[in-house]
């Protein structure tokens, strides 16, 4: 059974930094792209940033750019995201998502895996 479990939620100041993880198990992704996507309270699920396969590719979406940086390790099977200069419109719970047969790190649907979620928190 695949399971994606993310780490590394919380509150933080505006500002302030933070470093998510999510950790795979089931199998590997080495092969698949890999990526995060966030949703605010009453907002729909948006792209955060992705990788592709063995990291030969980042992307990220405009608000980001700049400020988050996507990186993997295949050894341990998990992908990152490190968000700097964190802003209160950043406050969303983050998904972790892997590909189940995509090499590339920007297409993703619900047919994907996906974890469960880590709140964000961050105030003004």
């Known amino acids: 059974q695949v399971q994606l479990v993310e780490s590394g939620g919380g509150l933080v100041q505006a500002g302030g930094s933070l470093r998510l993880s999510c950790a795979a198990s089931?199998?590997?992704?080495?092969?698949?792209?890999m990526g995060w996507f966030r949703q605010a309270p009453e907002k729909e699920r948006e792209f955060v940033a992705g990788?592709?396969?063995?990291?030969?590719?980042?992307y990220y979406a405009n608000s980001v750019r700049g400020r988050f940086t996507v990186s993997r390790d295949d050894a341990k099977n998990t992908v990152y995201l490190q968000m700097n200069s964190l802003k209160p419109e950043d406050t969303a719970v983050y998904y972790c998502t892997a590909s189940r047969n995509r090499v590339a790190g920007n297409i993703f649907d619900d047919n994907d895996y996906w974890g469960q979620g880590t709140q964000v928190t961050v105030s003004s």
């Open positions: 089931g199998r590997t992704f080495s092969n698949n792209g």
């Open positions: 990788i592709s396969w063995h990291g030969a590719n980042t």
